[in-house]
């Protein structure tokens, strides 16, 4: 089938913090290059004797297995960090390595295939977590070839931590919270009542003193100024602080400030000083004293990890708190290297596992510096077989059997179809078609999806992650909603970004979010991973399937998950909401 053109959309960002009220991140990386030959080898050599090598040679680790070579990564702030390990292998097999950072494995057995020959050098590249001060970066041989010749690491780590400050979790004196426009991160925005004197107050903590960048995203869909009087701790710092229209309440702007934060709690007040009330407001985000300031102690390391239940798509975890000279912000959980749940709290709920498969997991605890703790122990669960509790294909469709059509015409399933046959039905809380399904490939730029895969390729999607990137095409599943139009306007449901859809092909159910946004006259389209996942061709140039696809989109309140890019809870809640569905209709 041929993939009808793409065109650029409106950017929808809906991005929530994974503890409800602050999310912390990087304000900016610097990257440092530690020379292979300065670190610490055990059974190998310092070597000059092939070409194209960094600095004053290289390492040749002894061919045995365990020989290893370490670095020490120096960072300024706690947080995710890339570490690019240069390296070659001039023979034919793969010399596979344990990457630890820290002492623990972050990448087991991580392959380093032949280069070609020793004068040829290669990159790998990994995303991890790195403590403020000293880390120790090991790269260790797990067959007996040894390791690949080692020329340096490139260590990006991050700087300054950014903190956000949901509008929604603070003090609220004449506004209300409200949800009825798009683009909003958590879970709404703030809109003020139109009097001067109504005010959003923020409490934030800092870990020491010093000079802050408070940055407030807003919208102002009129056409007239919402000024603002920003006080910290009482003082005015920006007087009458002008917010201008953004053209449309769709659309959100920032606008900054800087100020002095005390060590400890502040509070950060936004004051409107005219009738018309001030704008409306998302969150605002700290950088520098409020997002951690010198702080550079880690909590302590959570305890008592254990599994406290199974499904068959799911583990249920707890442990006890940790503690912190500041205080702890939130958890991440680990599933070897990667982190699969960021919760505020001591419980979490790692969703959309297969059944009958056992995982082992530890746990972090970070403080809102982004100082992260060591590793806690580490416990293992088995999900149970899937016998019973999951919605079945069979059961979804049996309640769509008949279409109250509710957008004003029908869509067409291409650009070059003859007519257009697909209407957008109606039920007690969803909305659906039955339409083929085109590869949606945009986004991120990956092996799967770029210029040269895709003809149509886009590098932006409608929605955006939480931290405010594009979305993955090959790796993570949504669904193509049609632009608003007289035909229809999905706002009018609201659906929007990340809201739950349940996509039914052949007996099978994927659980995907609203990602992105197409033309206004063709239905029936979803990502790489949605197609792949379904067991249909995800090839953007040749894939998809003319036919037979069903989309259920889940419409009414909590219907959106917290993370767009976090399938497991489009899982956990698209199981919650067809469950509802089959009860309802």
């Given at each position: 089938m041929r993939r009808a053109p793409r065109f650029a959309s409106a950017l929808l960002t809906l991005s929530v913090a994974a503890a409800g009220l602050f999310v912390t991140g990087s304000a900016s990386a610097a990257t440092t290059r530690l020379e292979a030959e300065n670190a610490t080898i055990s059974q190998g050599v310092v070597e000059s004797n092939h070409l194209n090598f960094s600095g004053t040679g290289f390492v040749n680790g002894d061919n045995v297995t365990g020989s290893y070579t370490e670095w020490t990564v120096n960072s300024s702030f706690a947080g995710s960090a890339t570490l690019a390990f240069r390296y070659a292998n001039g023979t034919t097999i793969d010399r596979p390595a344990d990457i630890a950072v820290n002492g623990t494995v972050v990448a087991a057995n991580q392959s380093f295939n032949s280069t070609t020959n020793w004068d040829t050098w290669a990159t790998y590249t990994l995303t991890t977590n790195l403590n403020a001060g000293a880390n120790k970066v090991r790269i260790t041989s797990t067959s007996v070839n040894g390791n690949p010749n080692l020329d340096y690491i490139d260590a990006t780590t991050p700087d300054a931590p950014v903190t956000a400050y949901q509008a929604e979790d603070a003090t609220l004196s004449q506004a209300g919270v409200f949800s009825n426009h798009l683009g909003f991160t958590g879970t709404g925005f703030v809109d003020y009542t139109n009097v001067a004197g109504s005010y959003i107050q923020w409490t934030v903590n800092a870990a020491a003193a010093g000079s802050s960048t408070i940055t407030f995203r807003y919208a102002n869909g009129t056409t007239v100024n919402r000024p603002m009087d920003i006080a910290v701790n009482g003082t005015v710092v920006s007087a009458n602080k002008a917010f201008n229209s953004t053209t449309n309440w769709d659309t959100w702007a920032t606008s900054s400030v800087t100020a002095n934060l005390n060590a400890g709690a502040n509070t950060i007040r936004a004051t409107a000083t005219t009738a018309n009330g001030g704008p409306n407001v998302d969150k605002i985000d700290v950088t520098g004293g409020g997002g951690g300031g010198g702080d550079t102690q880690a909590p302590t390391v959570p305890g008592g990890l254990q599994v406290t239940g199974t499904t068959s798509?799911?583990?249920?975890?707890?442990?006890?708190?940790?503690?912190?000279?500041?205080?702890?912000?939130?958890?991440?959980?680990?599933?070897?290297?990667?982190?699969?749940?960021?919760?505020?709290?001591?419980?979490?709920?790692?969703?959309?596992?297969?059944?009958?498969?056992?995982?082992?997991?530890?746990?972090?605890?970070?403080?809102?510096?982004?100082?992260?703790?060591?590793?806690?122990?580490?416990?293992?669960?088995?999900?149970?077989?899937?016998?019973?509790?999951?919605?079945?294909?069979?059961?979804?469709?049996?309640?769509?059997?008949?279409?109250?059509?509710?957008?004003?015409?029908?869509?067409?399933?291409?650009?070059?179809?003859?007519?257009?046959?697909?209407?957008?039905?109606?039920?007690?809380?969803?909305?659906?078609?039955?339409?083929?399904?085109?590869?949606?490939?945009?986004?991120?730029?990956?092996?799967?999806?770029?210029?040269?895969?895709?003809?149509?390729?886009?590098?932006?999607?409608?929605?955006?992650?939480?931290?405010?990137?594009?979305?993955?095409?090959?790796?993570?599943?949504?669904?193509?909603?049609?632009?608003?139009?007289?035909?229809?306007?999905?706002?009018?449901?609201?659906?929007?970004?990340?809201?739950?859809?349940?996509?039914?092909?052949?007996?099978?159910?994927?659980?995907?979010?609203?990602?992105?946004?197409?033309?206004?006259?063709?239905?029936?389209?979803?990502?790489?991973?949605?197609?792949?996942?379904?067991?249909?061709?995800?090839?953007?140039?040749?894939?998809?399937?003319d036919s037979g696809v069903t989309y259920i989109v889940f419409t009414g309140s909590g219907t959106k998950v917290a993370q767009e890019e976090n399938h497991s809870q489009a899982v956990t809640l698209g199981n919650q909401l067809a469950q509802q569905f089959i009860n309802n209709n």
């Open positions: 798509s799911s583990i249920s975890l707890s442990w006890s708190a940790s503690t912190d000279n500041v205080g702890v912000t939130g958890y991440r959980v680990y599933e070897g290297g990667t982190v699969v749940a960021s919760p505020s709290g001591t419980t979490a709920t790692i969703s959309g596992l297969s059944a009958s498969t056992s995982h082992t997991y530890n746990v972090t605890a970070v403080d809102a510096a982004g100082n992260e703790s060591g590793h806690s122990s580490s416990v293992t669960g088995t999900t149970t077989s899937g016998s019973g509790g999951t919605v079945t294909a069979d059961q979804l469709l049996a309640k769509i059997t008949t279409c109250q059509q509710i957008s004003n015409g029908k869509y067409k399933t291409d650009s070059d179809s003859g007519s257009a046959t697909v209407p957008v039905c109606n039920k007690t809380g969803a909305v659906y078609w039955q339409a083929d399904m085109d590869i949606d490939c945009d986004g991120v730029r990956t092996t799967q999806c770029n210029e040269n895969t895709d003809c149509c390729y886009q590098n932006d999607t409608a929605c955006h992650t939480s931290g405010g990137s594009p979305l993955n095409a090959a790796t993570l599943p949504y669904v193509v909603v049609p632009s608003s139009s007289s035909i229809w306007n999905y706002t009018t449901k609201g659906i929007g970004c990340g809201t739950v859809i349940a996509v039914i092909y052949n007996g099978k159910v994927e659980y995907a979010v609203m990602g992105d946004t197409g033309p206004t006259g063709i239905i029936g389209e979803a990502s790489y991973k949605t197609a792949s996942d379904l067991g249909i061709n995800p090839d953007p140039s040749n894939g998809g399937t």
